[in-house]
Structure formats: C-alpha cells, structure tokens
C-alpha cells in the first residue's frame, strides 16, 4: 500500500534561518506531489506542484522554493525565513489523472 | 491563473439542520474533489466528480458538479455533531495536475 512521510511535525525557526521540509512517498511510482500550506483557520493554499522528477510548477512568488530529486521524494525550501511563511505545510500526492490526493500528517511551522 | 472560490466561510449550524457549501471555480475543471479536515488535522478525501451534472450521495451528504463542470456544491441534511470540521472543495485544472483548494467551509454544530 501506499504512504505519504512528511517530517518534522512541529518546527520552530528564528527569523532569517534555512528551512527543509522533506516529504517522501512509498508503493507509488511516478506520484504528483503538492506542497500547501495553511495558515491558521484558513484555507489551503496551493505553493508548488510537480508531475515528474525535476519538474516544478510555481504558483506563488514568495520565499520559497521546492525541489524534486528523486521520483518520490518533494523538499520545500527556503534560504530565509519570513514571520510571513509561519503556518501549517501540508505535502500530498496523487496517482495522477481523475484521482483523490492523500496528505502527510503536515508541519507545523512558527517563525520567531 | 485558476481560482477556486468556496462560500460561506462558516457555518454554525443546530444539530438536526440541514446547509449547503457552494464552489465555483474560474475555469471549467477536470474534476472537482471534496475534503474534510478535523481540528488539528489533515483534509480527507470524501469524494470525486467527474462527470457534468453529476450528483452523488453519502449517506446523509449529497454532491453536485454543475453542468459546465465549473461549480459545485455540498448539501448535508440533519446535521450530527459529527459532521464539525472544515470541508474543502478542489477542482483539478483540464490542462495539467494543478488541483487547487477552496476556502473552506468551516462546520460548527450547536447540540
């Protein structure tokens, strides 16, 4: 069966510092991989997207950036943190094509 | 870009009433995709639709996909305190993989 690991749950970062979200996927090949994040009691906002390895879909300018090394494998990055990028990231994948998405358990992230 | 609108924002709601939650999007969609997420925790899928006018039922939850495949609604009849949590709608663009959320519609139930 499949599985979706999305680490840390909880981080804390001062202002100014590097952040790495990984997420990974397992029992698939070939996932789309989404990054959102979700501010506190609000809706979820789409960041980035990727249907293959090396392929990036940006839908905000911000802070942030993502990558995709490995087919499975989805890092959401930022070289400074803003107090801005505070909230909860969530990373999903999905087989592809008319299907449902399935979500990490998410990082809760608070910029200080 | 593709947007995916989703009112009303909250809904407080006497356990045993009946409300709906509306979504329309900007552009005509592949599929639109309903979720639920509890308190503290992550969406859920509940369901998919496809096909223009398509209507499906769960229990006491019925979806719709208007016919020009650009909204979509969520009717929940007789409310239980089960059903508190935020539902999303999210509509997956024709052209690519983009599957964008809506603002939630987030379900308060009075006993």
């Known amino acids: 069966s499949q599985t979706i690991h999305q680490w840390p749950a909880t981080l804390v970062q001062p202002v100014g510092s590097p952040l790495s979200l990984e997420c990974t996927v397992e029992?698939?090949?070939?996932?789309?991989l989404y990054w959102y994040r979700q501010a506190a009691g609000r809706g979820l906002q789409l960041l980035f997207y990727?249907?293959?390895?090396?392929?990036i879909s940006s839908e905000v300018p911000q802070n942030l950036s993502a990558s995709r090394p490995q087919d499975r494998q989805f890092i959401l990055s930022s070289k400074k943190l803003l107090l801005s990028d505070s909230g909860f990231y969530l990373c999903?994948?999905?087989?592809?094509?008319?299907?449902?998405?399935?979500f990490g358990q998410g990082t809760r992230l608070t910029v200080v | 870009g593709q947007q995916v609108m989703q009112i009303p924002q909250y809904q407080h709601v006497q356990e045993g009433e009946d409300f709906t939650t509306y979504c329309n999007s900007s552009?005509?969609?592949?599929?639109i995709q309903w979720y639920k997420q509890r308190p503290g925790g992550h969406p859920v899928f509940l369901i998919q639709?496809?096909?223009?006018?398509e209507v499906k039922k769960q229990k006491r939850l019925t979806f719709q996909f208007g016919e020009a495949k650009k909204n979509s609604s969520l009717h929940i009849t007789a409310t239980q305190t089960t059903d508190v949590g935020t539902y999303f709608c999210?509509?997956?663009?024709?052209?690519?993989?983009?599957?964008?959320f809506g603002a939630g519609t987030t379900v308060t139930v009075r006993a």
């Open positions: 999210a509509g997956l663009s024709l052209n690519d993989y983009k599957l964008s």
């Open positions: 552009t005509t969609l592949s599929n």
């Open positions: 999903a994948w999905a087989p592809g094509g008319n299907t449902e998405a399935f």
């Open positions: 639709l496809v096909k223009s006018g």
């Open positions: 029992g698939t090949s070939n996932p789309n």
């Open positions: 990727s249907v293959g390895i090396g392929q």
